[in-house]
């Protein structure tokens, strides 16, 4: 943008700037702070950012009639042991881990055949299937949970990972991103193709898949930043089976379990969930900025 | 091509799990919400439309809108204003504007529901950091005088955060007053750096002569110039941004569900909450099914006004 | 009107040095074109004239004062951009009020709403509307003015960024390519209508091109530039007859200058692809010199002819008024190029050996370092061009 700039004004942008950016990373600064220190320093806001460190006494530990001398800790071991031992956040992360990954592989299998028949092959009722694809993203799927648990809860699917990942199989999203970017692909690329003998099954395949991998990679992280960070669907088809949680799911029966103080392990877990994306955020920074405004467009 | 029958197997599947997933669902959420339905009985009864006279005419589905739209226009309007604020300020820095950036886009990314537990933590009357900072001013005369208003003659004791020194800071969210305020700042905490992305990107779409043509024209001020080649240039970008926001806020549920779930006395009821709470935790399927109706004719509507705007009002 | 003068501008990016101590006198009321290369600081030269951008170093005044502090707007200088720049939410009409707008209501009376109900705004706006009408009557864009730019063909949107550029009365015109978006027939008719134009008016022309074709047909004067350096300045015969740098020799002129290597020896003759030319350098500089010959120069002549240049045809291009042969001689590099009328044409094929010889008097000799060097054409009696 065009706007000659002072040093004063400068300064002043980067003054109230800088006042949003401590808002808006406070929570990640507390998160990451509170997972380091023990209770009494969480009480009493004190410690500064890594807490003092002292050695403590891990009061269940005793309680379970283990001698003092061995339940002495350091607030971050304390934290960070207790988050893991007191919910299986390996298994909700596998489980994240599984659910997206799966639901992103059955996405492109669906959408990449349909969008390339959309945009490159004339048929009967093409139209109408474009027609149904821009109506059916009018949809938001958050909105129709209640029918889609019915009709699951009617063939015995809540409580499975099927309930994770089949309602989100048809990306109708996807289906439209796709078809928009193969309609810059040149037909001749595909003719050729034929030529050389390949059937239309290689050429999705084998050539389209290759060309699509830029705006496969936007649509990637789109779709499996929703569905990792996704707490309502999981919330909706999966009822207390811990084997199953996603994540954010885990993390709210952590929640609620806890008996209200344990402060310091409940922001471990939080910072174990928060921090993969985050991380892979921060790498990767343009691409995924690209890729959530780009398929943004939902 | 037409003598391959290749595109029956590569829109088939496509067709079917949108009819199965997306159509039928639809399809079978008006059906229900015309009937008594529950998961486990054998039949239903129909009802007609029964459960829709509820929902506007019973107490607490009218407070359901009321936070529903309440939140819909805290949050739209400030996330919009913040989103293009830092859009705008961001792009006009020579420096440090990619670190910003990323700054303010990291609540898109990180999981809502685990990020709305920590503002909990925060907000926490007691021991939350918020209130401690907030009450930290009390006895700092500077900062007592600059937001109590007694700098300006008002009687501080008047204020909210003079009074607020004297007894006490809020629950935030246990206080009816100010639980949808604090669901809603927590909202736009989340959302306004996504709306910032897509102004940016708007912004690097509006061609530079067009400013260099402003100045030449006499748009002396960065006002005028916003005002004759900015404002209107962002036309499509301001359409998508609203309907978006509008669309996702229209769907909050994390931090309800987490932090209030519907509470204090329904004042953060909303609508997919409500939905939850009746159709799966109640079984009161019916019921869920005709707030899953009216909610989708509010995103129809939103969508088509975004539609209608597109078509009309942003043509150049 | 408006003279305009830089005096030893200088620009840099970050370092870069883009305009290096440009000189330039522009005369009250008349044409003169920036012709350059891609990349070469026109299109900055014409913004730091605008003061759209800032000169590093150096002063730019208009009609003898300074301007260096000034603000774009406050220059009194209009600017028809490239990609034309018109407002695409604003009507063609509002178009061309705008910058009226902006210089002659208050800020009170261009306060949105409000504006309207401040008494002096109404006078003010017929007068703007009159002068709006002046000019869409003179580019005859009156049909066109309750439409949006998207509706306009790009010949109708080149036209209206000229009214809104004409609208202010302004000292001068500052033009950066505003031809370059036109379909090839389209800028040949739209070069007539702005030399016009241009003699309508009696203003200020500034106009930016890399077209040399462009530069030569409408200018007064051309002012040559190349890497941030201003090389000549000069009357469109002038620049094409005598450039005095080898840069502007093959910058100018289409198809390219024939530049060949060539010999000097002590006493100023010159020797070059196999033949001396007739004539010395007033002032010997021996050792290697290059020796340009523009394709209208050199003419086809019998095999048997002495002093004559032999090369090997290798492509007869024919443009129907003229045909250019391409031939090609061991040891130089690239083709020479020769213009000759059709008729004279016609026997020779590709593979054929042809010879020329060049119009006395017309070669031109640059020395090692590109500058022009005099060259004397020995008085032959019976030749002239
Ligand atoms: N804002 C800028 N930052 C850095 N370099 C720039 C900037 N603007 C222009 N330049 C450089 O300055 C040089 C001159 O640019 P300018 O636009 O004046 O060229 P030009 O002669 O108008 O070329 P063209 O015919 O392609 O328009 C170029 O090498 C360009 O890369
Ligand atoms: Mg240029």
Redesign the interface.
């Known amino acids: 943008?065009?706007?000659q700039?002072s040093w004063l004004g400068?300064f002043f942008?980067?003054s109230?700037?800088l006042a949003?950016?401590v808002?808006?990373?406070?929570?990640?600064y507390?998160?990451l702070s509170?997972s380091m220190k023990s209770p009494a320093e969480?009480?009493t806001?004190t410690g500064g950012f890594f807490g003092a460190q002292q050695i403590m006494t891990d009061n269940r530990c005793v309680k379970v009639g283990n001698p003092e001398e061995d339940c002495l800790k350091r607030p971050i071991v304390y934290n960070y042991t207790a988050a893991f031992k007191e919910a299986p956040l390996v298994r909700y992360m596998l489980n994240g881990v599984f659910v997206t990954v799966s639901i992103f592989i059955i996405q492109v299998i669906?959408?990449l055949?349909?969008a390339?028949?959309?945009s490159k092959?004339?048929?009967w009722g093409?139209n109408v299937?474009f027609g149904?694809?821009i109506f059916?993203l009018?949809?938001?799927?958050?909105?129709?949970?209640?029918?889609?648990?019915?009709?699951l809860?009617k063939v015995g699917l809540t409580n499975t990972y099927a309930a994770l990942i089949?309602?989100w199989?048809?990306s109708?999203f996807g289906?439209f991103l796709m078809r928009q970017f193969f309609m810059t692909v040149p037909d001749d690329l595909i003719d050729a193709a034929r030529m050389d003998g390949m059937?239309?099954?290689s050429i999705?395949w084998q050539v389209m898949l290759p060309t699509a991998v830029p705006a496969l990679l936007a649509f990637g992280i789109f779709s499996v930043?929703a569905h990792?960070?996704d707490?309502?669907w999981p919330?909706?088809v999966i009822t207390g089976n811990k084997d199953l949680m996603t994540?954010?799911l885990g993390?709210?029966m952590f929640?609620s379990d806890m008996d209200g103080n344990e402060?310091g392990p409940?922001?471990a877990a939080?910072t174990v969930?928060?921090l993969p994306?985050?991380i892979i955020?921060?790498l990767a920074?343009r691409r995924?900025?690209e890729g959530?405004?780009m398929t943004?467009?939902? | 091509m037409g003598r391959s029958k290749a595109h029956y197997w590569f829109v088939g599947p496509a067709i079917l799990l949108m009819l199965l997933l997306l159509i039928a669902p639809v399809v079978v959420a008006a059906a229900l919400s015309m009937t008594d339905y529950s998961l486990g009985n054998s039949g239903f009864n129909w009802i007609g439309w029964e459960n829709y006279e509820k929902l506007f005419t019973r107490r607490s589905y009218s407070k359901m809108f009321t936070a529903s739209l309440t939140y819909v226009l805290l949050v739209v309007p400030i996330s919009v204003a913040l989103g293009l604020g830092s859009a705008l300020l961001i792009s006009s820095l020579r420096i440090g504007g990619e670190l910003y950036k990323a700054i303010f886009f990291l609540p898109v990314m990180a999981t809502l529901l685990a990020m709305a537990i920590v503002w909990e933590f925060a907000l926490n009357p007691i021991v939350g950091v918020v209130n401690d900072i907030l009450r930290s001013g009390c006895d700092k005369s500077v900062i007592y005088g600059f937001l109590s208003g007694s700098w300006l003659g008002y009687d501080p004791l008047e204020s909210w955060y003079g009074s607020a020194c004297e007894k006490k800071f809020p629950l935030w969210l246990g206080d009816r007053k100010y639980a949808l305020g604090t669901i809603a700042f927590i909202g736009i905490w989340q959302a306004f750096g996504f709306n910032m992305v897509l102004y940016l990107a708007g912004l690097t779409s509006v061609p530079r002569e067009l400013y260099q043509a402003a100045q030449m024209d006499g748009a002396d001020s960065a006002w005028e110039r916003f005002k004759l080649v900015t404002w209107p240039m962002l036309g499509p970008t301001h359409v998508f941004v609203i309907t978006i926001s509008s669309i996702r806020s229209f769907q909050v549920f994390d931090t309800v569900e987490a932090l209030t779930e519907g509470g204090p006395s329904k004042s953060t009821y909303v609508m997919i909450y409500a939905m939850f709470e009746k159709g799966v935790r109640q079984n009161l399927l019916g019921m869920g099914s005709a707030i899953t109706i009216v909610f989708l004719i509010f995103v129809l509507i939103l969508t088509l006004v975004q539609v209608y705007f597109v078509n009309r009002k942003v043509h150049y | 009107m408006a003279s305009i003068a830089l005096s030893r501008v200088t620009k840099s990016y970050g370092g870069q040095s883009v305009i290096n101590g440009v000189d330039l006198d522009i005369h009250d009321g008349e044409f003169l074109t920036l012709v350059g290369p891609s990349g070469c600081g026109k299109s900055t030269t014409l913004r730091i004239i605008a003061g759209l951008e800032t000169q590093t170093a150096g002063d730019v005044s208009i009609d003898g004062s300074l301007v260096n502090e000034t603000r774009p707007s406050l220059r009194d200088l209009a600017m028809v951009f490239q990609s034309y720049a018109l407002y695409p939410h604003l009507t063609v009409r509002q178009n061309l009020i705008t910058p009226l707008r902006l210089r002659d209501l208050n800020f009170w009376e261009r306060f949105p709403l409000l504006g309207h109900l401040v008494p002096s705004r109404r006078a003010k706006m017929a007068q703007i509307e009159k002068e709006v009408q002046l000019v869409s009557e003179t580019l005859k864009i009156e049909p066109l003015l309750a439409r949006k730019p998207g509706q306009l063909s790009g010949g109708q949107r080149q036209r209206v960024a000229l009214g809104r550029a004409m609208v202010r009365n302004p000292a001068a015109f500052l033009m950066d390519e505003p031809l370059s978006n036109l379909d090839a027939s389209l800028r040949v008719h739209m070069r007539a209508e702005l030399s016009a134009l241009h003699k309508k008016l009696k203003t200020t022309f500034v106009y930016v091109t890399h077209d040399q074709a462009e530069a030569l047909t409408m200018s007064d004067r051309i002012a040559v530039m190349m890497d941030g350096d201003l090389l000549q300045l000069g009357s469109p015969e002038e620049v094409y007859q005598n450039p005095q740098d080898i840069r502007v020799a093959e910058f100018i002129g289409s198809p390219k200058m024939n530049i060949l290597p060539g010999y000097c020896d002590e006493l100023g003759n010159i020797t070059c692809a196999g033949f001396s030319l007739d004539g010395t350098l007033e002032i010997p500089s021996p050792g290697p010199v290059s020796v340009g010959f523009r394709p209208e120069h050199l003419t086809l002549t019998e095999p048997n002819a002495d002093q004559s240049l032999a090369g090997k045809l290798t492509y007869k291009e024919n443009l129907g008024s003229d045909v250019f042969f391409h031939i090609t001689q061991e040891g130089i590099e690239g083709s020479i190029i020769i213009r000759a009328q059709p008729l004279i044409s016609t026997p020779q094929q590709p593979g054929d050996i042809i010879h020329c010889t060049p119009v006395p008097g017309k070669p031109l000799v640059f020395g090692p370092d590109g500058q022009r060097l005099d060259f004397k054409a020995l008085a032959q009696s019976g030749t002239s061009s």
């Open positions: 943008m065009y706007i700039t400068e942008k980067h109230l700037l949003g950016a808002v808006v990373l406070l929570p990640f507390l998160m509170y969480i009480e806001n669906i959408a055949p349909c390339y028949a959309l092959l004339r048929f093409r299937v149904m694809v059916c009018l949809i938001p799927v958050h909105a129709i949970a209640l029918p889609l648990y019915i009709m809860a089949v309602p199989s048809i109708v289906i059937s239309e099954f999705v930043v990792w960070n707490y309502y919330r909706v994540p954010p993390l709210r929640k402060y409940m922001m939080t969930i928060v994306l985050v955020f921060l920074q995924f900025i959530i405004t943004g467009m939902k």
